[in-house]
């Protein structure tokens, strides 16, 4: 079946940090990656998708690399913010998994950003 | 209003009570989803409906019965809950099923059982 495995958090950063966030999966087929944010007091929403090898999804300052030698897709921001204060969950979409397209999520990593 | 709404946002519960949580989406989707997102746990998606006909139920307890009228509203009628039940409850739609993996999610309602 199809599993999604990230870093366990929290993850504590002072603004302006480097970030990264591990995402590795298990797929059937041949997925499409998402990461998804969620700030307190919301619900998810989607941050970036990639959709085949190669692929760089990139939104706000976020980035991820589609890699299937590897399969991950690690999360990556240059330059953290305070307001980047969240829960990131990755999740993949594989159709090939008796034809359902509904994600499947990891259990989300949890980001401080201090000041 | 735009995107996905939820209400109530919280509600608090006895567990003889039966009470409604309401999500409209206005993006003009066609499939929408319930999720039951508990402190320390994976996010567990409970119902799917596509074109307002229930496609998924991933073994979800009968004391909560989803609702879909039409394509843009979703209910959960919920009934003698129990505490284990407390938690938010998130909804979501995406454009159609094979889109499923681009969801547009609501606030949540955070439910109380005591």
């Known amino acids: 079946g199809n599993s999604v495995t990230q870093m366990e958090g929290p993850v504590t950063l002072s603004e302006e940090a480097f970030l990264t966030i591990n995402c590795t999966y298990t797929?059937?087929?041949?997925?499409?990656l998402f990461w998804y944010v969620q700030y307190p007091g919301e619900g998810l929403q989607l941050l970036l998708k990639?959709?085949?090898?190669?692929d760089k999804g990139s939104n706000k300052g976020f980035e991820a690399t589609y890699r299937k030698e590897t399969t991950s897709f690690h999360l990556e921001k240059g330059s953290v913010q305070v307001s980047d204060s969240a829960v990131y969950f990755c999740?993949?979409?594989?159709?090939?998994?008796?034809?359902?397209?509904?994600?499947?999520f990891g259990r989300g990593t949890s980001l401080i950003v201090h000041p | 209003e735009t995107g996905v709404t939820q209400t109530p946002r919280h509600l608090v519960m006895g567990m003889t009570n039966k009470k409604s949580l309401k999500c409209e989406q206005h993006?003009?989707?066609?499939?929408m989803y319930w999720y039951k997102q508990s402190a320390k746990k994976p996010l567990e998606l409970m119902f799917v409906?596509?074109?307002?006909?229930?496609?998924e139920n991933n073994s979800v307890p009968s004391r909560f019965s989803p609702e879909c009228p039409n394509s843009s509203h979703l209910f959960l009628h919920l009934h003698t809950l129990q505490p284990e039940d407390s938690a938010l409850y998130l909804c979501?739609?995406?454009?159609?099923?094979?889109?499923?993996?681009?969801?547009?999610f609501g606030p949540g309602t955070r439910l109380t059982v005591l």
């Open positions: 979501a739609s995406s454009q159609d099923r094979a889109l499923a993996g681009e969801q547009f």
């Open positions: 797929a059937t087929g041949y997925p499409s």
């Open positions: 990639a959709t085949k090898a190669d």
């Open positions: 999740a993949l979409s594989d159709p090939a998994s008796g034809g359902s397209y509904i994600p499947t």
């Open positions: 993006l003009g989707h066609n499939a």
């Open positions: 409906y596509s074109l307002e006909e229930r496609v």
